[in-house]
Every structure is written in structure tokens, then in C-alpha cells.
């Protein structure tokens, strides 16, 4: 119990019931010279010491995950590799092809799950039993049942093969002429060594931080217990009864609850998604006085602040940042829907008080303005060979953000410092064990972390299988940085291959922190804004060598996290460590060549893509954005925005925010240890609420609210065998059947453009939330601002 206490004395996700218990036990010297008389506290205490060895302290995790394994369970088959390998192809083809469309559409790696469980029974029923010897193992294209642990593999290989590469942005932005129009950016090898680079330096990152972020108990990573909990409802044939609301016994099997959930979500989604779409955002209180700007700058969804009680019947609404209340705890829910309450009333405060010309912007935008309220014409502050123009600059105007967006930075800047603050006060002791953990791998010792052996039944049964040695990471990451320098030095990019170095080192920094708030909250922190900000300093001028630096530290540390999600699965399903390891690596490579190949396909056999008349409405939303972006920190840079004197220097008290806030909630904790409440305070979470805005809002937070808790907290507490049994496999019926309907909508209906004109598809965009309004206005031949030839 003092090493069960050590690890999870300030884990969110233990009930702190227990950790007061075991407090209470270990600090009573009565309980050990006297313990016949504190029979019933040491029993309990046995109690809890065998459930946190013999399965996982985590009951959202018992739910899914079986403390028993079977080595001899098929795996790396014939049949799992071909379903993988083939979903891994499609999933990139198709999401490579549609992600410049408007709307785009991405297939996720949840439909793979899906529909690979009946082609693995069918080659099960149908596939002869033969095969081949190879280094004295029989491999057969029929080994037997189709197994849980083949499924996960394929499931593995999809989730590394459907995002597309985040280097593509940077091809487009180089190749077209619309935009920085550099020709050698269609050299295939070019595209390959940056795309490889990015993705391979995440593997090796990765597997580095294993004893950070996937070996320890703490790191729970919620969205894997929702694919856990699709894959056991497929495989597990046991049905026990169990008591849920109502008075009743509820009988019904994962799999057929599945269905059902999975057949009702499908039919609905048809409603907001195309039927009545006023159902996804359901502004209705805009529609008491569609042109009454401060009712809609307060409610609305669109282009307000989203102060609704009722904003939405879409459940996908509820998914749009990875934040399922049926997967993430409620905790975290409550802590990221406090953070947006307190932002809420910043953002109101310098929209009404017109803090930075505010007042003549949309208050909820994400959208760069200049002074006369328009979009950014960026073409006016470069030359034609896309780098910076000090006089056309001064000539034009400086770039101004709406209050939503000055508040995201704010929060932004806030949420690196409290990240790293939060990792160094909340897990430090943790992050020392993982070294050591990681030390002594290097130096061949067995066990050197005796306390997670002991603790975590999964880790021990993980011991069955030869674990991958550190040097195959080591080699990854280091043929991966290889490949970036000869990416970025092979061709005329007017960028260091320095470059690289710095983004790496981003990435190093930050990884274990935001790995270790990922895998506990469920929530990520991206470093994009960061490395826009750092890069854009570094590189002053120059758009494309901040892309670089922007693909090297946010992306690689974004793919290691995403790529720890995936090495969790393995280990929660018991999937040898060598198959997850080559089945990753195998799979992306190929998703790699693929999007690649369609990427060339798009640029050179689609007449005007990314232009308004592109064929397909392949328009490049996305890639108009990065375009911007880049160019906004690459080129005008942070320096005349964020620097000394610069338009929004002020913004920059974030930084000191994030560690005052972590500081103080510590000390709280620390000064009242009783205080139950404070446990579960999450301050990073809290600063997560503070970015939702621009183009997003309170809409689409607050309904996971009420939800989470009736999960989490009713049902978990008064039904914990119904909660166990069906919360997760709900969550994943609904995710699937949102995903299939999306797609046939979108090929059958949208794709061919087939409308469907009536009110209730046009009653949200009525008003200001159809065009955004303004607190003030400018007259004929104004501007707000600095004056022109004042700024530079």
C-alpha cells in the first residue's frame, strides 16, 4: 500500500475515497503495534492490495481489459497482415483524396474495426488450412477462429494508415502557383524523405517514452479503452446479467447492445447531418430576434460564444476534439468546461471594451482581418517570391486577430508553461522511475523497476513475450532524422538542416508531459501554436524553414503520442511487442507511398485545385489555412505581433499564468489535504478550456457535461457492473454508426450535390449567425489601428 499510495497520491482517475484510506492506514501506528484491533481497516487493505495486483486499480479499465492472456493466441497471421495492409490502403487513398475537398471527409480507423471482423470470419469459414514453415513456425492461411488479437492488429495498422501526412501541407503551399509556386516540390523522393521523416522520428520518440507513457498503470489512455471495448464485444461470447436503472436485469450481449446502438445512431445521424440540420447547431434562441446583435454575439453557434442550454442533438458535435464524455472522465470533462466559463467572460470583456480594435471584428473568428475589417490580403505584405516586404508591409496593414482568438493565444501560451510546471510538481516522481526504468534497459538489467511489476498485472503478463530492444527505437529515430536532412539539404528549401535538431529538441521537452496529461485526461496539447511562435522567431522571414520547424517539433511529438495510444492497445490486448512494432512501421510506409502518389495525382492531373473552380470542390480549405498561417508566422512573423512593442504583446502574460495557476491549486492541495474537492482539479484541463474558441465555443462543451456525469458519476457509482458492461461498447456504437452514415451521405447525397432546400436547413445561418456582426463599424475610406506608416 505505501508504493500503491506513491504512485497514485495525486492521480486524478484513483478514487480519492481509497487514497484516504490507505493514508489513514499507513499513518496509524496502532494498525501495526496494535492490529487486532484494526482487523476490519487491514482487511480492506489486503482487499485493495490484491485488486491492484491481481488486474488494473482503475474500474473504467476493468471493464474492458482482461487480466489474462493466452500466449498461444493467434496474432501476426497471414490474414490479419492482408486485412491490415488492406485497409491501411484504402483508409489513406481515400482520406489523402478528400482531404482538400469542401466538405472533406476522413474514414477513421474505427470503420476498419468494423468492417474487418466480418472479412476475418469469412476467411475464417472460407480460407483452406495451408500454409508454410518459416524459421520453424507453420504459418497457415487458416490458423483457426478468428482471434481478438489478429483484430486489434488490424485495428493498430488502420489507426497509423488513415491520417494523412501533415508534410503534404507543405507541398502544396511550395508547388502551387497561387502560393509560394517552388516546382521542385513535385520531386517524389522530396515529398518521401520530409513525409518519412516527420512520421518515423514519432516512432522512434515513442518507443523511447514507452516507460513513460505506456508501461505504468496511471497512464490509462481513455480512447483506447473505447477500440478495447468494440474488439471484446466482438470476441467475448460471456453475457452475465447485471442490475442497471430502472429495478431491472439487463440481459442483452455487448454485441447485440452494439448493434442496436450502432443501427439507431446510424438513422438518426441522417437528421442533423442532412435531413435537419438545425438539430447540429441548434441556435434556437437566436431565432427570437435573428438580427439583435447581442443576443447572437451571446448565443450563437455559429458566430457567437455559444451560452446555450440546448445547443445541438448531433452527438458527433460532441466529438469534434476527441472529448467523448462517454470515454473521458468526468473530471476532465468539468475541469475543461471550467476553463471555458472563465474565458468566456475574457473574451466577452475585450469584444465589448474593443481591447485591440476588437469591437469592429467578428468576436468568435479564426480568421486573420486587416484594419479595414477584411480578410488579410497576405499577397500585400510579400514579394513575388513569397518572403517578407518591409515596405509593402508599412504600406498595408498589420495583421489583427478577433477576441477570440487573442484569447486562444493567451490560454496557449498559458497551457505550455502549466504542461511542463504540472509534470515537474504532479509526476515527478513518475518521470524519475521511467528513467531509471530507461536507463537500466540500456545496461541490460532485468526488473529494474520492481514497484510497476508488482502493481500491474498486464505488465507481468506482458514478460511472455521478447520485449523490442531499445536500439531498434534508436535506429528509427536516428534513419529518420537522416532522412529530414536530406530533405530539407537535397533541394533548394533556403533552410538549415538545423532545423530538424530544433523541432526534435521541442519534442523531447515536451513528449512526457503532454503524453502523460493525454494518457490520464484524455486530453492533448498540441504544440503547433508554440512551434509557430519559437520557429517564427528563429526564422524570421522565412514561411517555409518555419514549417519545417513546425513539422519538426509539433508533429513528430503529436505522432509519438498518437503512436503510444497505439502501443498501449497492444499492451492492454497483449499483442507482442515485435508484431505491434513492424505491423506499425510496415503500415505506415506504406499509407506514406500511397498518399503520396495521390498527392501527385491531385496536382498535376486536377485542372485548378485548390483554386474556387477546382474540380470536385477540391478547394483546399485546409490548405488556404496553412498557407496563411505560415505565412502570418513565417513570414511577417511573431516578432511584429507578439514582440516588444509588437500589436499584441500584452498577450504574452500567458506564460506566467500557466505556472501561477498550476502553482497555486498545488499549494492549495497541499496546504489542505483534506480537501477532497481539490483532487480533482486539474489545472492544465482548465487552461485546455480556454482554446476552444475561434471557430469553436461553449456549444460545444457544455452538453459532455451533464452526460459525462451521468456516466461517470451515476451510473459508475450506483451500477458499476451496467456501467462496466455497456458504456464503452455505447460509445463505440455510437463513433461507428456516425462514421457510416457520414460516409454514405456524403457519396450518395453530397458528393453529387443533391440539395434539400427547407427551413429547417437554413434556420441556422439566420441573421448574424449568417453573416457575423460587428460591435462598431467603420465609415467609407476608415481604418482602425495604427496609422499607416506608424507601424513596422
Known sequence: MTRVYRVHEKDHNFPSIIIHKIKAFLENESVFSNPEKHQHLIQEMKLEAALVTSNSPYAEVRAVVSNKDDPTTPCSTIRSWAIGLAFSCLLAFINQLFDIRQPAIRVMANVAQLLSYPVGKACENWLPDIGFTLFGTYHSLNPGPFSKKEHMLITIMANV???????????????????????????????????????????????????????????????????????????????????????????????????IMFGAMFVWFWFPNYIFTALSRFNWLTWIAPHNRDLNVITGINHGLGVNPFPTFDWNVLLWDSADPLMVPFYSTLNRFFGVFVSFWVVLAFWYSNVYDTGYLPINSNRVFDHFGKLYNISRAVDDRGLFDADEYKTYSPPFLSAGNIVIYMFFFAIYTSTLTYAVLYHRHEIIMGFKSLFASFRKKKNPIKDEKILDVHNRLMKAYPEVPEWWYLICLVVAIALGIAGIAGWDTNTSPGVVFYGLALCIIFVIPVGIIKAMTGIEVTLNVLAEFIGGSFVDGNALAMNYFKSFGYVTCAHAVWFCNDLKLAHYVKIPPRHTFIAQIIATFISTIICTGVLNFQMKGIDGVCTPDAQFKLTCPGVNTFFTASVLWGTVGPQKIFGHSGQYTEILVGFPLGIVVVVFFWGLNRKFPQWTWTRQIHPVAIMYGGIVWAPYNMSYVWPSVPIAWISWVYLKTRFVSFWSKYNFVLSAAWSCGIAISGIIIFFALQYTDVPFQWWGNMASDMGCEGQACTLKHLAPGEYFGPRIGTFD
Open 161 to 259: 494508415a488513415y491520417n494523412t501526412p501533415y508534410t503534404n501541407n507543405i507541398i502544396w503551399v511550395q508547388y502551387l502557383p497561387q502560393y509560394f509556386n517552388q516546382p521542385y516540390a513535385s520531386h517524389v523522393a522530396y515529398q518521401l524523405l520530409i513525409a518519412l521523416a516527420t512520421n518515423f522520428i514519432g516512432y522512434g520518440m515513442a518507443g523511447i517514452c514507452r516507460r513513460f507513457l505506456v508501461y505504468p498503470s496511471y497512464c490509462v489512455w481513455p480512447a483506447s479503452l473505447v477500440t478495447i471495448a468494440l474488439n471484446k464485444a466482438f470476441h467475448n461470447e460471456a453475457n452475465a446479467p447485471v442490475e442497471g436503472p430502472f429495478g431491472r436485469k439487463w440481459k442483452i450481449s455487448r454485441i447485440k447492445f452494439f448493434y
